[in-house]
C-alpha cells in the first residue's frame, strides 16, 4: 500500500479507459482516497468509477466525483474547496485532462491555439496554482502532470504543433513549481507518455496503428496502467527525493 488514506485528486478521470482513470484505479488499489474530477463527470459516471474500482479493489474504495472545467479558474479553486471539505486535507494531485487535434500548422487558426492552450496549459497553470494553496500551507503534497512525447520530438502522431507547445508548456510549468516549492516540501513531477491505448486513439486506422506500433522498439503501444504507474511512483514516497524530473513511459520510441 504506496498511498494508505492519502486524499488523491485525479483530473482527467471520465472515461474508463482512459489515463486518469487508470490512475485512480491503481491509486485506490494502493489504498487513495480518491476524488475523479473531470468536465465531464456526473453522478452516473461517478457511480460507474466507484463500481469498477470496488470490483478491482474487492473494498467499499473511497471515490467520489467532482466536475470542474480546468480552462476555468474558479472551477479549480471550488474543486479544492470541495475536496478539502469532503476529505479535510488533499494530498496529492495527478492532471491528466487534456484534448487533441490532429491539425498542421498552417490550418492552426487562433481560436483553435487558444482553445488547445486554454485547456491543456492554462488548465494545468489552474489546477496546480489552486492545488499549491492548499499544499503551501500543509507544507506538503505532491503533483504529477501528464504531458506528452509530442512535447519532446516536436509533434505527436495525433497533436498538431498547438498540442505539441500546449505540452512543452507543461514541462516548463511543472520544472518551474518543483523550484519554486521544493524548499516546502512539496514535490511535482512529469510524465510523457507516447502512443498509449485510450479513447484518444479512436480516429486512428488499425493499419497506421500497426505501422507506429513497429517502429516503436517494444513494438506495441503503451496501456493505461502502465502511465499509472509511473504516476504511482511520483506520488508516493517511493519518489520521495524526485522533484522537477520528467518520466518517459513511451516504449522506447523517443530516447534522448
Ligand atoms: N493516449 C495517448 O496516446 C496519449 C499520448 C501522450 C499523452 N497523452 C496524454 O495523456 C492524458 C490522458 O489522455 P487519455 O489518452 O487518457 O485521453 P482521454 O481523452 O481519455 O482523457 C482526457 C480527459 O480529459 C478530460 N477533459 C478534457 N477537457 C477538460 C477540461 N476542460 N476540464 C476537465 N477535464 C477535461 C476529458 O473529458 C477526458 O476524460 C492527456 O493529458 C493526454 O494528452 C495521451
Known amino acids: 500500500m504506496l498511498l494508505q488514506d492519502k486524499v488523491c485528486v485525479i483530473v482527467g478521470a471520465a472515461s474508463l479507459r482512459g489515463i486518469g482513470?487508470?490512475?485512480?484505479?491503481?491509486?485506490?488499489e494502493h489504498g487513495a482516497?480518491?476524488?475523479?474530477?473531470?468536465?465531464?463527470?456526473?453522478?452516473?459516471?461517478?457511480?460507474?468509477?466507484?463500481?469498477?474500482?470496488?470490483?478491482?479493489?474487492?473494498?467499499?474504495?473511497?471515490?467520489s466525483g467532482i466536475r470542474c472545467d480546468i480552462a476555468n479558474s474558479a472551477d479549480c479553486r471550488q474543486l479544492f474547496?470541495?475536496?478539502?471539505?469532503?476529505?479535510?486535507?488533499?494530498?496529492?494531485?495527478?492532471?491528466?485532462?487534456?484534448?487533441?487535434?490532429?491539425?498542421?500548422?498552417?490550418?492552426?487558426?487562433?481560436?483553435?491555439?487558444d482553445r488547445i492552450m486554454g485547456v491543456n496549459l492554462k488548465g494545468a497553470f489552474n489546477l496546480c496554482k489552486s492545488a499549491l494553496e492548499v499544499f503551501a500551507e500543509r507544507k506538503s503534497g505532491t503533483i504529477v502532470n501528464v504531458a506528452s512525447v509530442a512535447a519532446q520530438r516536436g509533434g505527436g502522431l495525433v497533436g498538431g504543433a498547438h498540442y505539441a507547445a500546449s505540452k512543452g508548456g507543461v514541462i516548463s510549468l511543472t520544472r518551474t513549481i518543483a523550484r519554486e516549492f521544493g524548499p516546502l516540501g512539496i514535490r511535482a513531477n512529469v510524465v510523457c507518455p507516447s502512443m498509449t491505448e485510450t479513447g484518444m486513439l479512436?480516429?486512428?486506422?488499425?493499419?497506421?496503428?500497426?505501422?507506429?506500433?513497429?517502429?516503436?522498439?517494444?513494438?506495441?503501444?503503451?496501456?493505461?496502467?502502465?502511465?499509472?504507474?509511473?504516476?504511482?511512483?511520483?506520488?508516493?514516497?517511493?519518489?520521495?527525493?524526485?522533484?522537477?524530473?520528467?518520466?518517459?513511459v513511451n516504449g522506447g520510441s523517443h530516447i534522448h
Open 33 to 63: 482516497k480518491i476524488i475523479a474530477v473531470d468536465i465531464l463527470m456526473n453522478d452516473i459516471i461517478t457511480s460507474e468509477i466507484k463500481a469498477s474500482i470496488d470490483s478491482k479493489t474487492g473494498r467499499n474504495a473511497y471515490v
Open 81 to 113: 474547496k470541495e475536496a478539502l471539505s469532503r476529505y479535510g486535507t488533499v494530498d496529492c494531485l495527478v492532471n491528466s485532462a487534456a484534448i487533441v487535434k490532429a491539425q498542421s500548422m498552417l490550418t492552426i487558426e487562433e481560436a483553435d491555439y
Open 21 to 28: 482513470y487508470a490512475v485512480a484505479e491503481l491509486f485506490a
Open 202 to 248: 479512436d480516429g486512428m486506422t488499425a493499419e497506421r496503428q500497426k505501422e507506429i506500433e513497429m517502429s516503436i522498439p517494444l513494438q506495441r503501444a503503451g496501456r493505461p496502467v502502465e502511465i499509472a504507474g509511473a504516476c504511482l511512483f511520483l506520488a508516493s514516497d517511493l519518489s520521495g527525493y524526485v522533484t522537477g524530473a520528467t518520466i518517459d
